[in-house]
């Protein structure tokens, strides 16, 4: 009998001594971590590729289809208004137009003739009506025959330059097809894609530069004209117009069709002026927080905050104070006031 109780005076001894080892460890053992010290980020700066376009812009085409006979201009060629661009073959409209002439005519003096004839009371009302009705169509036949010919020459509407010739001499050519696109190189703008997964930067306060590859190190304040957004996800095309005064001297050296980069600088007054890198943001039950390292005891603190997500980034709007100490590794699994090792990050 005092053997059996010796023995299980012996356990629970055991026992407790193992429940008793665990806190003792925790705290004499630090736990080593990764830290990085919060700091205050005055912006965030995003660059983009983007391309020169002309604002005035004329896709060329006829109104009716035909053979080419004459395309007069090449890429790049310079062009004044008025400027004949291209022709097509005119016989079968020059046909059209003829026949059209000699309806005109023929109804004309028919017209004319049964008026004569009423003001004398030689012939009945109706056939002047008739007469009318007819010579009125023909007029109105010869006009659209009239223009339908003119269709057959293709001019210049603006001043500019060709910036791409689409077709050849001698094609057969629908009506509506393009065959030059003309434009205004005293109008431009920049054209640039941004990432759909960016659509919130178009919302905030920012700052847009345009750096030319002509013009490296020259940086010329712009502003949004217009966005489109995509439903492809392909991005959001967006047009931006040059605002900068001292950007006069340099424009005779752009063109359409130059490539140049978009400096896109996001001022962030949204929020405590913090960013947190992923791996230091822990969640519980829909709460978030980090754990905050106090240098003075090397223990941990829990420490909840609000965040946003930008860009990719994890803004902080509240919760953080500068030279913060926050883990960034080893973070899992941590217990408040638990004593850590910082290492190097």
């Not at 060709?162 to 030059?180: T, Y």
């Not at 223990?299 to 919760?319: A, C, E, M, N, P």
Request: charged share 20%; net charge neutral; proline share 5%.
């Amino acid at each position: 009998m005092f053997r059996c109780i010796l023995v299980l005076w012996f356990c629970c001894l055991l026992f407790t001594s193992c429940h008793k080892k665990e806190p003792g460890i925790t705290q004499s053992v630090p736990r080593p971590v990764k830290v990085v010290k919060v700091e205050a980020l005055g912006s965030i700066t995003r660059q983009y590729t983007g391309v020169v376009e002309a604002r005035e812009f004329s896709v060329l085409a006829f109104k009716i289809p035909g053979t080419l006979t004459d395309l007069n201009v090449q890429t790049g060629q310079q062009v004044k208004k008025g400027k004949v661009i291209a022709r097509i073959k005119p016989s079968d409209y020059r046909l059209q137009y003829d026949a059209a002439q000699a309806n005109y005519e023929a109804a004309k003096s028919i017209y004319e003739r049964n008026e004569r004839l009423y003001q004398s009371n030689a012939v009945a009302r109706q056939n002047l009506e008739i007469a009318e009705t007819n010579y009125v169509r023909a007029t109105s036949a010869l006009n659209i025959a009239r223009r339908t010919l003119g269709y057959t020459t293709l001019s210049a509407p603006f001043d500019g330059f060709i910036e791409q010739r689409l077709v050849d001499n001698f094609e057969e050519v629908l009506a509506g097809q393009p065959i030059a696109r003309l434009v205004n190189p005293d109008s431009i703008e920049v054209r640039f894609t941004l990432p759909e997964t960016s659509v919130q930067l178009l919302q905030l306060p920012k700052k847009i530069y345009v750096e030319f590859d002509s013009q490296k190190g020259k940086l010329f304040t712009s502003d949004v004209k217009e966005y489109v957004y995509s439903s492809n996800g392909s991005g959001i095309p967006v047009h931006l117009i040059i605002t900068d005064q001292e950007f006069a001297p340099y424009r005779q050296n752009v063109f359409p069709g130059f490539s140049c980069k978009v400096i896109w600088e996001i001022d962030i007054m949204i929020a405590d002026k913090f960013i947190i890198p992923s791996a230091a943001l822990q969640t519980d039950e829909g709460e978030e927080y980090v754990w905050v390292v106090d240098p003075t005891t090397s223990t941990i603190r829990k420490r909840v905050i609000q965040t946003t997500l930008l860009d990719g980034y994890i803004l902080v709007q509240s919760g953080l104070a500068p030279d913060d100490l926050i883990v960034i590794a080893g973070g899992s699994s941590l217990q408040e006031g638990q004593r850590v090792k910082m290492m190097e990050n």
